[in-house]
Nanobody, 116 residues
Framework: QVQLKESGGGLVQPGGSLKLSCAAS????????MSWFRQAPGKEREFVAR????????SYVDSVKGRFTISRSYAENTLYLQMNSLEPEDTGTYYC?????????WGQGTQVTVSS
């Protein structure tokens, strides 16, 4: 049974930082293709960042390049998204995604609100 659970969201002022976590079970984060997506109110779900299995690289949507960093921990089997210099446009529900055994797996999301 694959389970993904996001945490770390909250309310932050523009220019602030948050670090999101995605705790995984039934899937090994460091050997799987893992991604972060987000969905703002009234908009479609949007790709944010991904990290490939093993020695594969990372990729980001243009709007977050230089501000967000995706990473993972073998010891904790957890995926992370470090978000710096947050903007109101970053507001939305952030979802963890993992591709494992031919199936896309999703967490239930964590809310991020960037507002003054």
């Amino acid at each position: 049974q694959v389970q993904l659970k996001e945490s770390g969201g909250g309310l932050v002022q523009p220019g602030g930082s948050l670090k999101l976590s995605c705790a995984a079970s039934g899937i090994t984060v460091v050997t799987s293709h893992m991604s972060w997506f987000r969905q703002a109110p009234g908009k479609e779900r949007e790709f944010v960042a991904r990290i490939g299995p093993g020695g594969s690289g990372t990729s980001y949507v243009d709007s977050v390049k230089g501000r967000f960093t995706i990473s993972r921990s073998y010891a904790e089997n957890t995926l992370y998204l470090q978000m710096n210099s947050l903007e109101p446009e970053d507001t939305g529900t952030y979802y963890c995604n993992g591709f494992y055994r031919g199936t896309q797996h999703w967490g239930q999301g964590t809310q991020v609100t960037v507002s003054s």
